[in-house]
């Protein structure tokens, strides 16, 4: 005798009616009202430290491909503390030309970027009464990393924007030294090709995409991304493929989504875009 099973949609609607009003819930201003303390910033310094290596490496290779376009120390810093963005300002530098193609350049640093804007909405629930002096400077700052890091420390305890400052710290501060670090270094290989230094990059790359196969699901979206960008590069002149191959990036929306209905367990699982991410998760 064959099993009789109701129509899919029938099986199908229940579930997303549970992730809904998980989804809702999560969204939800926090029982407890959210606080700033100095404490929680060295708690966040302490748990983020986990997180210092990936910039340390990341912001050497941005330092060297800097130095060999011919960006001064100063203004190699500059940038890390404005842009603070590693993959935005790796594409950046590398078509780096004269004339500049800004209009390109934008576009493809919007679109890598987006993802912070669900990121820093995800956040709101938890820090949204405080007062912009408490919770911006650790806005300014975050990264993924410590973003998900945040997520977890809001939900199993008082939220405590000092978390966020200060996980995010131990990630700025080390980043801006690492990449005028990498500047220095560059300056005095000259040109990185003579050693094959310039290999460095794309042995940094492939490490750090050895991530995005942990999970069978997040391996689709980096294919089409990689697929579109090498089609694009081909018959587009100009830095459009970068643009190309961040609009089809991994899909932070669903990713961040899927963070904020685990966040009563995990709050980071969903989040599966950065290697730290994925490390700090297990």
């Known amino acids: ?37 100095w404490r929680g910033v060295v708690d966040g310094a302490a748990r983020g430290l986990v997180l210092t290596p990936t910039p340390i490496a990341f912001g050497l290779a941005v330092g060297v491909l800097a130095a060999s376009k ?13 842009v603070y963005a590693g993959g935005a300002q790796m594409s950046s530098l590398q078509v780096w030309t004269e004339p500049l193609p800004l209009f390109a350049l934008v576009l493809t640093v919007l679109a890598m970027n987006a993802r912070y804007v669900l990121l820093s909405a995800a956040l709101r629930p938890h820090f949204g009464t405080l007062p912009f002096w408490q919770i911006y400077p650790g806005l300014a700052i975050f990264g993924d990393g410590n973003w998900a890091l945040t997520m977890r420390d809001a939900a199993g305890r008082r939220p405590d924007a000092g978390f966020l400052l200060g996980s995010g710290l131990v ?25 094959g230094i310039d290999f460095m990059l794309a042995a940094l790359f492939s490490t750090m995409a050895v991530g995005f ?9 980096l294919v089409v ?38 966040s009563r367990r995990s709050c980071c699982s969903g989040w599966r875009r950065s290697p730290a991410v994925s490390a700090v998760s297990s």
């Open 213 to 221: 196969f942990r999970v069978a699901r997040s391996v689709a979206p």
């Open 70 to 82: 011919g960006l001064t120390v100063l203004e190699m810093a500059l940038m890390s503390a404005w």
């Open 1 to 37: 005798m064959k099993r009789a099973f109701p129509p899919r949609h029938r099986r199908i609607a229940p579930r997303r009616a549970a992730q809904g009003r998980e989804f809702f819930a999560v969204m939800q201003p926090p029982a407890v009202a959210p606080t700033f303390t």
């Open 225 to 262: 991304a990689i697929a579109v960008a090498t089609v694009v590069e081909r018959l587009v002149p100009g830095p459009w493929y970068l643009f190309a191959g961040a609009c089809r990036q991994p899909r932070g929306g669903a990713a961040c989504r899927s963070g904020l209905t685990s």
């Open 171 to 195: 990630m700025f501060v080390p980043w801006i030294g690492a990449t005028v670090g990498g500047h220095l270094f560059g300056q005095m290989l000259g040109d990185p090709r003579r050693f």
